[in-house]
């Protein structure tokens, strides 16, 4: 279970990204963020993993209170949080198993991270993710050879790479056509059905909210303004929050 209560954030120079949030995530579900953008979506998702330090407010993840996790306990939790960004976030001159193998930094010693050394499980495992994503055989390419719903779905097997409970995806679907939409959405869809994670997932595309969340709630100038289903949030409940017509990926 994860429990945010009264979460607010102001960044220096008084901007005001989130204030008093609060709403809860059992686990296993699939829960879309929509708003528009500077609705405090993307600071959302960086203060569950600490990417970003709250202002003030409670962040819970099963009983344990991340807000007040000292950088020790912060690196042992982020071991479970995978992390799914909207630019993909690699490294692009390196190749897309050393980007997969990221994801077990966490874990590794850090010497052999350093000389880019890891244990043959880990590079087995590393394949393994590729072949579950659909790209084994861009192991051996760098990563901006990739196009970049390929590079999106390296981003997606470096997460798996930390066996994680939990997937933040910060808008993965921005910047991608509606077929590569629909590849990457499954592919998160697949991993919050089949290994049981709970998934977190900021949108702006109400038809893929519809299509692939279990709830949703809706951010409009860092406040909560609509927690439900997502079959409550149609385009006139949309424009009545957002005073424009919802967007589509097709």
Known sequence: MLQIKNLTKVYEGGV?????VS???????????IGLSGSGKSTLLRCINRLVDPTSGQILWNGEDITAATPDEMRRIRRRIGMVFQHFNLVHRSKVITNVLAGRLGYTNPAWSLMNRFPKEDVDKAIQQLERVGIADKAENRADELSGGQQQRVGIARALMQDPQMILADEPVASL????????MK???EINKTDKVTVLCSLHFLDLVHRYADRVIALNEGRVVFEGSPKEIDDKKFKDIYGRDAERVG
């Open 16 to 20: 005001q990204a989130l204030t008093d």
């Open 23 to 33: 709403f809860e995530v059992p686990e296993g579900q699939f829960l879309a963020v």
């Open 177 to 184: 056509d509606p077929v590569l939409a629909h590849s990457i």
């Open 187 to 189: 592919h998160l869809e």
